[in-house]
């Protein structure tokens, strides 16, 4: 269940479709670090989800991880 909070996105990656639920603030700050490395957000999405080390790590929680990573070290925190 998608909480009021959340915003749904569908996308194909690894061959099938899948749909990923994240806050606005999330998808706003992958859409900002896929603009940056001048790839779109799906190439950024498959990017992620490849690198997943543990399979069993959802697609959701490595997105957020993500993002916080790579803002924080953007800032030079």
Do not use: C
Not at 26 to 51: K, M, N, P, S
Not at 58 to 71: F, G
Request: proline share 3%; aromatic share 6%; glycine share 6%.
């Amino acid at each position: 269940m998608t909480g009021v909070h959340l915003e749904k996105r569908s996308f194909s990656l690894a061959g099938h479709r899948t749909s990923v639920a994240l806050e606005p603030a999330f998808w706003h700050a992958l859409e900002q670090l896929a603009a940056a490395q001048g790839i779109t957000l799906v190439r950024l999405l498959q990017t992620v989800d490849e690198a997943r080390l543990e399979t069993d790590v959802p697609l959701t929680s490595a997105l957020r991880v993500y993002a916080l990573e790579t803002a924080t070290a953007t800032r030079g925190e």
